[in-house]
Structure formats: structure tokens, C-alpha cells
């Protein structure tokens, strides 16, 4: 039972092992186009930061996006639903924002889309020009894992979920390598004993064996007399 314990223990570590350091490459991911968006071969982890989506899209949920190549973002369609830059709070800051199309229209050869949140009573007052659009939901989701990998890129949440229990996992790790060590290392002491009581034993048998026999030879020649 314990030793069965201690497997699934050792599996569980693991798996958690595993899982931090993917999360942590998809939260740290070096490769980022010119959004600042991380793409891990051409598909992009974004997380919902609103209840706008409601119920198709939750917050916190983790979404993979298709990063878009210029000549797509002006191939798009209504009901698709697109990651877009746009100036939420019209403070020139642009923000990432993700949306359903409603509508799309052509002004000047350039293709506007507008958008709107399933959960949302009336559509966006901006329109998305095409260019401004990052990428488009691709159906793939991850409930809650966005907000573990927004904490995950905190100094805070990097030291809480990934360095801690790493080094946790280390030291346990080291702590079941020198018990094994100590333990092989008894277990050829107690080895080594007992070959040494054997060899004592024999020892001593023959020494007797030895003593017993002129004994045995001086009765023979006594009856013989």
C-alpha cells in the first residue's frame, strides 16, 4: 500500500513538474510578433480578461488564436471571432481585445469589421480596420488557465507556482537520494556482519572439528589396548 502511495506521489510531482515548466514557456515565450503577442508555431495563448464573451468565452479562460498573415486580415468573416488591437479607453494605449464580427463593410479600400461581445446588449462603438486585427479563435480553449498564466508572468505568481515547488521538488528529491544511499549503504554493512558471523562460525566449527579429532583418535586407541 505505502509503496503504492509512494508511486503515485512520485507521478503526481512529475506531472506537476511537466506541466509548470510548459505553462512557464507559454507564459515566458521569447517568440512574439509585433503585437507582443507570444505565437508557438503559429498559434497564439491569449486570455480572456472579461465577461464581454459570456458563456462562449469565459474570464480567465486560455484561447489559441491563428496568427494572421496580412493578405488574411481582410478576408474575414461575420460570426468570426477575432483578437484585435483597439483603443478601449481612448487614452492612445491599444489593447488587446477579443470579439465576434457583426458586420463587415468596405470604405476606401480598406476593410472595416464590426464587432461585439456575445454578452454584450449592443455591438463596439470603434470599428476594427483590418490591419489591427491579431488573430482569429481557432475553437481551442482552456478554462481559468489564462488567469494562471497572467499570475504566472508576475514576479510574484513566478516565484509562488513555479520557483518554490521546484525547489521543493529538488530537495525532495535529494532527501530520496541520500535515503537510498544510506540505506544501501546499511544494507551492505548488515551483509558484510553477517558473512562475517558466518565466516566466524565456520571458523570455530573447524577449530572444534580439529580439537575433537586427536580426542577421538586417543579413545580409538584406548579400547584398542
Known amino acids: 500500500m505505502k509503496k503504492g502511495l509512494k508511486i503515485v506521489g512520485n507521478i503526481l510531482l512529475w506531472l506537476f513538474v511537466v506541466v509548470a515548466v510548459f505553462m512557464t514557456i507559454i507564459a515566458f515565450s521569447s517568440t512574439k510578433n509585433e503585437n507582443g503577442v507570444a505565437v508557438i508555431f503559429g498559434r497564439m495563448p491569449i486570455t480572456i480578461l472579461s465577461e464581454s464573451m459570456d458563456p462562449t468565452l469565459k ?70 480596420r483590418y490591419d489591427n486585427v491579431v488573430g482569429i479563435y481557432n475553437g481551442s480553449r482552456v478554462p481559468a488557465v489564462g488567469a494562471v498564466l497572467n499570475f ?39 551483509k558484510e556482519y553477517e558473512e562475517e558471523i558466518k565466516k566466524k562460525a565456520i571458523e570455530e566449527y573447524l577449530a572444534q572439528q580439529k580439537t575433537e579429532q586427536p580426542d577421538k583418535a586417543v579413545s580409538e586407541d584406548t579400547k584398542t589396548s
Request: negative net charge.
Open 59 to 128: 474570464k480567465g479562460d486560455l484561447i489559441i488564436s491563428h496568427e494572421l498573415l496580412p493578405e488574411q486580415k481582410g478576408t474575414l468573416s461575420e460570426d468570426d471571432i477575432i483578437t484585435y488591437k483597439v483603443d478601449l479607453n481612448e487614452d492612445g494605449f491599444m489593447e488587446l481585445n477579443t470579439h465576434r464580427i457583426t458586420a463587415v463593410r468596405t470604405n476606401g479600400g480598406f476593410v472595416y469589421y464590426t464587432t461585439k461581445g456575445d454578452n454584450n446588449a449592443i455591438a463596439d462603438t470603434q470599428e476594427v
Open 152 to 190: 504566472l508572468q508576475t514576479p510574484t505568481g513566478f516565484l509562488i507556482c513555479v520557483v518554490i515547488p521546484l525547489i521543493l521538488f529538488l530537495l525532495y528529491e535529494i532527501y530520496n537520494f541520500i535515503r537510498v544511499m544510506i540505506s544501501m549503504k546499511s544494507d551492505k554493512q548488515n
